[in-house]
């Protein structure tokens, strides 16, 4: 994405820390849009190949008509800490925070951030179902704190949900509103809670899907069927949970379990085992369908 091709959008620079799923989604609409991007990661093993993963996406994105046809993709660049983005601490419009759906690495990461960036700088926590509150005791400034939820991938579903933390300052949420609407996306503000709407209606659903299935009582392709058929729910709850990843998913729900007492969002056994086994959907090649070669 760098050279002849960049024109980057008034100047704006995102930062994005992680260069998972997630973090290289979140980057490649961001280019899409002519944006500035510089993804940072520790894992130099995800860094080498984030910059075909971003483009790749970008050129999907384009053939499905998702991004302007006529805006130029924005200048890409990797590295594994924020000391080394171009424009180093200062200069960024945000930085959007994108690694494991975990807690404690969320925290770990968001404490070393906060620290390096300008007074006044948005800090987005991408995530599906971590009170921002609770990340925001491990931050320098809670006011420069707010959540988003995009959905995967990003570049196709316009719709983000925006978690308002009670702390996150009002100057934070109108700069983030007007980076979405840079993105071509619809912010939807929701207040702060563990797994704020979407997860906390979505995830116990797919989990007892999974449940459906382990006890015989369909397979996972009827459950689907009857879901969209029904229901109306475009790709069926377990084809979703492909998507979202099976990790990420049990990941949240023990996120929504730990904080709300709700049984029905501790993961189900089968759940486990198809994580153990390193079946995570989509991203692996298996979950609980088959991508061989859809990578």
Avoid at 73 to 84: A, C, I
Avoid at 88 to 95: F, N, Q, S, Y
Avoid at 127 to 152: C, K, Q, W, Y
Avoid at 257 to 264: M, N, P, V
Wanted: one cysteine or more; aromatic letters at 2%.
């Amino acid at each position: 994405m760098t050279g002849q091709n960049a024109t980057p959008d008034a100047g704006q620079r995102l930062a994005v820390l992680g260069a998972g799923v997630m973090g290289t989604g979140i980057a490649a609409l961001a280019v899409g849009h002519g944006i500035a991007v510089s993804i940072i990661d520790v894992d130099r093993g995800r860094l080498a190949d984030a910059t075909a993963r971003v483009d790749r996406q970008v050129r999907t994105a384009r053939l499905m008509g998702t991004l302007p046809p006529d805006v130029r993709p924005g200048p890409l660049d990797v590295g594994p800490s924020l000391t080394d983005v171009p424009t180093g601490r200062t200069g960024l419009t945000a930085v959007v925070e994108a690694v494991t759906e975990d807690p404690y690495a969320k925290a770990k990461v968001l404490t070393e951030v906060s620290a390096l960036v300008a007074l006044g700088t948005p800090v987005v926590s991408n995530t599906s179902s971590i009170p921002i509150d609770e990340l925001a005791r491990s931050v320098a400034r809670p006011e420069d704190l707010v959540g988003s939820h995009f959905m995967n991938p990003p570049y196709l579903i316009r719709t983000v949900e925006v978690i308002r933390g009670p702390r996150t300052g009002p100057h934070t949420l109108d700069a983030v509103r007007r980076l979405l609407a840079a993105l071509g996306r619809e912010p939807v503000v929701v207040e702060d809670a563990p797994g704020f709407v979407t997860s906390r209606i979505l995830h116990p659903m797919i989990n007892n899907a999974v449940r459906v299935v382990a006890a015989g009582t369909a397979s996972v392709e009827t459950v689907d069927t009857l879901l969209q058929g029904c229901l109306g729910h475009p790709t069926g709850p377990l084809r979703t949970a492909d998507l979202i990843g099976l990790d990420n998913l049990v990941d949240s729900l023990w996120v929504l379990h730990e904080r709300t007492g709700d049984e029905s969002c501790r993961p189900c056994e089968l759940l486990l085992t198809k994580v153990r086994a390193g079946h995570l959907g989509r991203k692996s090649g298996r979950g609980f369908y088959h991508y061989e070669g859809d990578l």
